[in-house]
Each structure stands twice: as C-alpha cells, then as structure tokens.
C-alpha cells in the first residue's frame, strides 16, 4: 500500500451529537469510557446532549474533540483499517496525532489537553482577545495588514495558515477589529470574527506556554512509531524532546497547516484520511493541493468509504 496520512482535526470541527452515529458502537463507547475515567466526568454525556454548554468552552471541547478522534481512529484499526506511515493534526490536532503515533496514553492526552484548554483561557482575561478568519487575500497581504493595524500596545498576528487564501489572525480584539477593517479596505472578500475569546497561537499565549512547558514535564513521551508533523514547525518529527518542545512552541506560534500539507504532498503523499468530526481538513486539503485526496470518517458510511478507497476494494 502507498504511503498516506492520518490527519487530526483542531477546534471548531467539534459539534454536539457528534458521535450520534456511531451510537452503542462498543469501540466507541469504551473510548468515551476511558475518557470519563481520565476527567472524572461524563464525556459522552457532554457530546451526546451538552446540557450546560459546555462543549464551546475550550477547557471541555478540547478533551471532547480529541476522544472523537481517538474513537475514530480506533474504529478504524477495528474494521482492519491500514496505519498511516505519516501523522498530522490541526493545532489542537497534534494531540490527537501524537495518540495516534502511540506517543502519549490517550489517558494523558485528554487529561493534557483540559489542561491545556484552561490554561489558554486564563492566558488572556475575557473580552481581551479575539480571532478572525480573512478569505481572499495573499498571506503577504494580510502579514503586512497585521504590522500595521498593530499598536505598541494592541497587536494582532497572523495565527493559522489555513490554506491559499485564508489565514486566521489574532491578537488584542481593538487589534483584530482595526485589521478586519484594513483587510476589507485591501480587498479582502470577507473578514469574519470568530466565536473563541483566547487569542490562539500567537505570544498573548506565553503564560499558557509555560505552564504547559511544566505540566509536559510530568507526562511520559514515547518515540511515535512515525513521523508527527509539528504545527509550529511545519516538520515532521520523532525526537521525544523535539516533540515535548513543539508542543509549547504551538501556543504561541502560527499554524503552518498550509506549508505542512505542500511539504507532505511533495514527499510523496497522495492520500490521506481526516480522522475526526467534520470534514474540514479535507476541505483545505482540497484547497492546498488537489492532487492530495483525503476520505473522511465522520459517520460509519464515510469511514467504510474511506476504508474501501485505501484498500481498493
């Protein structure tokens, strides 16, 4: 079999009733069991009905998100599914990789990424910070907006590259909105504010950083059984320190998603499977490299799908 990858998921793929179709599935169900052991909550009480409203705020959706994931993935091998020779995740996302590589203990992960979830929300008080997603402009275009929309006091930066064409910015929200205005003014076909308070991947996160930087200290890394391509980076790695330190250095650094996907199409990757809620890699795949095609799993007859179209049957 070609060599493809397993692609993760970041934050807003999650949705609630979001494994509602992989209902009684044993594979499933000790996942979410598992999960609900680790947090000392019920997980799949939360994805299932989100009762609270919970599922928004990032200290619950991410340990949510990645526990889909993980099930899916599980799913996956259960049906004789092939391991990818390759890992990759989406911000948030890289967590879920690293499970997948068998370089942390699902139980750690979701313990790790509630951690980290609340770590990003104390990082920046409420109403502070804010992200916006610009379609329509050159990455250069935006990069240059950003420096001059920016204070001595109110910055904004570029935050996730998506793919051509759409790059998330973030940083003080009268930064944001100064540039959503510049952006528009530039050409920009839309500047949209996203529904998330923490200004993610960019230097406002360096408190969340560093108590992440102490809190990995206490989790066992193994070496990944492949390479797990870095968001901050846009490497693959397999080094357990060099993986330790990416994990901080993502907080406070963009998504290199667009370059990760070029750098994995040019190594050879033709194939890819979004492991996770939602098709939303795929879609930027699409956008990134259309020669790259990715199957999605986030029902049981897209993952059969998805498993008949690696196995050619």
Known sequence: MADFVFLFPGQGSQSKGMLDAFDDNSVVTQTLEEASDALGYDVAALIRDDAEDKLGQTEFTQPALLTASTAMLRLWRDKGGAEATQVAGHSLGEYSALVASGAIDFSDAVQLVAFRGKAMTEAVPAGVGSMAAILGLADDVVEEICE???????????????????????????????????????????ALPLAVSAPSHTPLMQPAADAMAARLQEITINAPRCPVWGNASATAEQDVANIRAALVAQLVSPVRWTETVQKLAASGITQGV???????????????????????????????KSLAALTGE
């Open 148 to 190: 001059n929309t920016s204070t001595g006091s109110e910055k904004v930066w570029a935050a996730n590259y998506n793919c051509p064409g759409q790059l998330v910015v973030a940083g003080h929200a009268a930064a944001v909105e100064r540039m959503m205005i510049a952006a528009k003014d530039a050409g920009a076909k839309r």
């Open 274 to 304: 979004e492991m996770g809620p939602g098709k939303v890699l795929s879609g930027l795949v699409k956008r990134i490299d259309r020669a790259m095609i990715v199957g999605v799993t986030a029902n049981p007859d897209l993952l059969d």
